[in-house]
């Protein structure tokens, strides 16, 4: 059965500095109509660095909307024509201080795609160097060096609850079998 949906009339509600809001009339696949609000977002990049000795580095840092510190890989938001890969490694080294030699892509995620339609690419950094990290204006971020296998436990007990870091570790976690 086609349950395809085609955009009527497209409505924006809101524009803000990093999302906009929309209520959109659709007709559906059995012809009657109806209406889908979602955010639009232009998407983002995160990075799971682990080291030679096994310790992943991870940000935590406080997210309003849950009111709580929340544990992550690094991670931020596509600029109008950058690459994904480029975001990564600009995220990478704002964050944590690290400079990848390269990345291994993970992955392409849909973190909440019943109300958004944010891409969020996933990379792996194996090798890098380490310097200083330059977090945006107004980032307050802690920097976690943690063993890969205390990471993946903290994943499997809830402790990690943020989509993106829990999809980059349970991936890596395959990859090493």
Not at 139 to 166: G, H, P, W, Y
């Amino acid at each position: 059965m086609d349950c395809g949906e085609k955009t009527k009339k497209q409505n924006l509600i809101y524009k803000g500095r990093i999302l906009e809001l929309y209520n959109d009339e659709v007709r559906l696949a059995d012809g009657s109509d109806s209406h889908r609000e979602y955010v639009h977002h232009n998407g983002g990049s995160s990075v799971l660095a682990v080291d030679g000795e096994g310790f992943v580095y991870l940000v935590e840092q406080f997210r309003y909307p849950y009111r709580e510190m929340i544990l992550e890989i690094p991670a931020g938001k596509l600029e109008i024509g950058e690459s994904a890969y480029d975001c990564a490694m600009r995220e990478l080294k704002e964050e944590v201080g690290l400079t990848a030699d390269s990345l291994i892509d993970l992955g392409l995620i849909y973190p909440t795609p019943a109300y958004t339609d944010e891409p969020l690419h996933i990379f792996l950094a194996t090798s890098f160097t380490v310097g200083e990290n330059k977090p945006d204006e107004h980032e307050l971020i802690n920097v976690k060096k943690i063993k890969f296998e205390d990471a993946l436990r903290m994943v499997e007990s809830n402790e990690i609850k943020d989509a993106k870091t829990v999809t980059a570790i349970l991936r890596y976690a395959v990859m090493k079998k």
